[in-house]
């Protein structure tokens, strides 16, 4: 099994970047699909992006396309989501999330097996 933790949470305003950390441990990263998902006030919890196990393949929600990039670093078991031009609707719990069983990218929340405990992020108007 694998624990992931995320970090990098806070409260900026509206414009602002913030790059959301995930560290895994008990298993080596470069086994999984990482995934970043989030959820919102009364929301349900929705893809943000994922990057395959190789070659660094991500896919993106439309809703943040060109504002955030998923990147990882298997030799620190690291997965990393840089956000710029946030915007207040961004304001959500984000969750880190490892596919054990796929090689491709997937947005499928069941598809994933492992979730990290998550981080807010707050962007303020």
Known sequence: QVQLVESGGGL??????????????????????????????GKEREFVAAISRNFGITAYADSVKGRFTISRENAKNTVYLQMISLKPEDTAVYYCAADSTRTYTTTYR???????????VTVSS
Do not use: E, H, K
Not at 16 to 38: D, H, K, Q
Not at 110 to 120: C, I, L, P, S
């Open 12 to 41: 900026v305003q509206a414009g602002g970047s913030l790059r959301l950390s995930c560290i895994a441990s008990g298993r080596t990263l470069g086994r999984y699909v990482m995934a970043w998902f989030r959820q919102g006030p």
């Open 110 to 120: 069941a598809n994933y097996d492992y979730w990290g405990q998550g981080t807010q």
